[in-house]
């Protein structure tokens, strides 16, 4: 089974992109955000203590991939989320290679798109949105950090304009034999 982990800043599209290519080409797409509150649930259900910070969220994504990756068997994953985000304080913080590494991932997927244009999504999703600045300089982090990932854990890296799920199918998917 391959694992595509598909980054880029809120309102890029990962999700529209994932879903749709999913639907096309017969992967499994889930959301890194979703299998964090899956978990979280769960963990509050079972110990009763919410988990509020980055790294605590990070494993329980850990956690909870693990379980869909076994049930997935061989098909493909595409797995949305963020290279980078920002904290509390609203710095900008990467996501540790350590967890690419044991979501065992086997390629990296950038999604990138103009920053007045996400601010659009985000506007019409929210009803509000980041600065233009504040989106550019995530998706900069975003970029960079993908592209240290790829490096880090030695498998491809593909940069994607958000949206445009014909080259995601084209160049991201494993060729079927």
């Not at 076994?70 to 949305?80: M, R, V």
């Not at 509000?128 to 950090?145: F, K």
Request: charged residues 25%.
């Amino acid at each position: 089974m391959t694992v595509i982990f598909v980054g880029g800043v809120h309102g890029v599209g990962k999700s529209t992109c994932c879903g749709q290519v999913a639907q096309l080409a017969g992967c499994l797409h889930f959301a890194a955000s979703e299998i964090i509150r899956r978990e979280r649930a769960q963990a509050i259900a079972s110990a009763g203590k919410l988990v509020a910070d980055v790294d605590g969220n990070q494993r329980l994504l850990i956690r909870g991939f693990r379980t869909l990756r076994q049930e997935a068997g061989t098909t493909p994953i595409l797995l949305d989320g963020h290279f980078a985000m920002r904290d509390g304080l609203g710095d900008i913080q990467p996501v540790s290679v350590d967890v690419f590494r044991s979501l065992e991932i086997d390629r990296v997927v950038c999604l990138v798109d103009d920053a007045s244009a996400i601010a659009v999504r985000i506007r019409q999703r929210d009803g509000a949105a980041p600065a233009h600045r504040e989106i550019a300089d995530l998706q900069d982090a975003e970029l960079r950090h993908s592209r240290l990932v790829a490096a880090a854990l030695a498998v491809p890296f593909t940069l994607l304009q958000g949206g445009d799920v014909e080259s995601f199918i084209r160049h991201v998917l494993p060729r079927k034999a």
